[in-house]
């Protein structure tokens, strides 16, 4: 059974940094984090392959930083300069071989970023 287990997430003020985990079951090609705010649609954050070949939203270069352990099927995302507009809940996701697409999802981590 596929599971990817998120953890890492909470509150901190602007400009403070968060990094959060997944950890999958199965060992996936390909790896990245999705957001979703209040209204918004959810969008990718930032992605990585088997490889190391990682790409990122143009809102978040810079700031945060994708990457794996292949060892321990994990993904982590570190978050540093955060700000208010970076909460969401954050979902951890794989590529589905069959598909080539995302379609493994976590169970979503809230990020807040509050003073």
């Known amino acids: 059974q596929v599971q990817l287990v998120e953890s890492g997430g909470g509150l901190v003020q602007p400009g403070g940094s968060l990094r959060l985990s997944c950890a999958a079951s199965?060992?996936?090609?390909?790896m990245g984090w999705y957001r979703q705010a209040p209204g918004k649609k959810r969008e990718l954050v930032a992605g990585?392959?088997?490889?190391?070949?990682?790409n990122y939203a143009d809102s978040v270069k810079g700031r945060f930083t994708i990457s794996r352990d292949n060892a321990k099927n994990t993904v982590y995302l570190q978050m540093n300069s955060l700000k208010p507009e970076d909460t969401a809940v954050y979902y951890c996701s794989a590529v589905d071989p069959t598909t080539g697409l995302y379609g493994y999802w976590g169970q979503g981590t809230q990020v807040t970023v509050s003073s």
């Open positions: 199965f060992s996936a090609y390909a």
């Open positions: 990585i392959a088997s490889g190391g070949s990682a």
